[in-house]
């Protein structure tokens, strides 16, 4: 069975849609998150394999996030790639101890987000799908 669930985290809806849109058509499976405490429980679930999210959020952000993760082991296993807003040098500074696969500057190139997704899969050794 190929392994290829990415959760998106963003409390824009707009950014969510845009995002699970253009991976599903690449054969990607989504799960979708708008906080970060969406985005834990999902991940606690163990049925996401990489997760796509934005730093700034409601409620729970995504530093929050990474801080959750980083205490708990079986939350470490899940390979991160940050999307934000946030000027890329400081959200780099900002979650350079916090293991994360990349860090994409809003708006992000389509094609760089999908280049750092199948790169990131293949070193998790989590097989990509075959893009259409």
Do not use: Y
């Amino acid at each position: 069975m190929t392994h290829n669930r990415i959760l998106v985290v963003d409390d824009d809806p707009g950014i969510r849609a845009l995002l699970v849109a253009f991976l599903r058509k690449r054969g990607f499976r989504l799960l979708e998150a708008c906080n970060g405490r969406e985005a834990l429980a999902e991940m606690r679930t163990g049925s996401a394999d990489l997760v796509l999210m934005d730093l700034r959020m409601p409620e729970v952000s995504g530093m929050d996030v990474l801080r959750e993760r980083a205490a708990d082991p079986s939350l470490q296993r899940i390979p991160m790639i940050i999307l934000t807003a946030n000027n890329k040098t400081q959200a780099t500074a900002d979650v350079v101890d916090k293991d994360v696969w990349a860090v994409l500057a809003k708006p992000f190139d389509l094609d760089a987000l999908l280049e750092a997704v199948i790169t990131c899969l293949e070193h998790s050794n989590i097989p990509a799908p075959i893009a259409a």
